[in-house]
């Protein structure tokens, strides 16, 4: 039953984006038939990396390499991996070192795992969406960026006039997430604690601790994404007019 009721709800999905002009729906079930196959080889494999701490720092450097892969893809720069893990692992190193340091996150496999994996993806996420805003701010607006300069601005500071406020609104679900928690969402992590057979209060501060995180990890991702795009450090197509 649970495999008919994902099987209909991919489809469901995959045909409302078809139908409705909103993209490709073969996109929305290759995705879907992916998460399947990713998460039932990640549960045949967990086992064996949650028993040694250097395999479970390989999983880790292993989703934080394809984190930067991906979000490089998402904005355009496929060639410029290095730049992208920078901006996406200046958020996560100094949120997992925090936690772990001050002992609020355990030091052992089956904590480490989850806390990075959850860190790394806000981070993809936030350098993916504050790359592509930049990027596509600056194409679409070349022409003030051309009369910045005109007026004196270095090409740096000019770019960044341009981009870096609507790069800021990647910032924006974050945001929303934390200002809405326990009002009109209740997000995994609590209900992971809580079905862990933790009390509510442990819960929601493990999910307090997550969302904190998360929103640190991001803003410094978006941040330095922003000034990478700025200082031409990726290599996306902006110079010229759309």
Do not use: K, N
Request: charged residues 10%; proline residues 6%; hydrophobic residues 60%.
């Amino acid at each position: 039953m649970l495999i008919a009721v994902l099987a209909l709800l991919l489809l469901l999905a995959a045909v409302i984006v078809w139908r409705g002009g909103l993209g490709s729906g073969r996109a929305v079930l290759t995705a879907g038939l992916r998460a399947a196959a990713q998460l039932a080889a990640v549960s045949l494999v967990i086992a064996a990396i949650l028993r040694s701490g250097w395999l479970t720092a390989g999983f880790v450097l292993l989703m934080f390499g394809v984190a930067a892969v991906t979000s490089a893809r998402r904005i355009g720069v496929p060639r410029d991996v290095p730049p992208v893990a920078l901006a996406i692992g200046g958020g996560v190193a100094p949120v997992l070192a925090l936690v772990l340091a001050a002992g609020v996150v355990p030091l052992r496999p089956v904590a480490v795992v989850p806390i990075a994996g959850i860190v790394i993806g806000g981070a993809m996420t936030a350098t993916s969406l504050a790359g592509r805003r930049a990027v596509d701010e600056l194409r679409e607006r070349f022409g003030e960026y051309e009369a910045a300069l005109a007026l004196g601005f270095p090409p740096r500071a000019a770019a960044l006039e341009i981009c870096r406020p609507s790069a800021g609104h990647a910032l924006i679900p974050p945001l929303d997430q934390t200002r809405t928690v326990g009002l009109v969402t209740l997000p995994g992590a609590y209900v992971g604690v809580l079905l862990g057979g933790a009390s509510p209060v442990q819960a929601g501060v493990t999910q307090l601790l997550v969302l904190i995180g998360l929103l640190a990890a991001e803003a410094v991702a978006v941040l330095i994404a922003v000034h990478l795009v700025a200082a031409r450090r990726l290599h996306a197509d902006w110079h010229t007019p759309s």
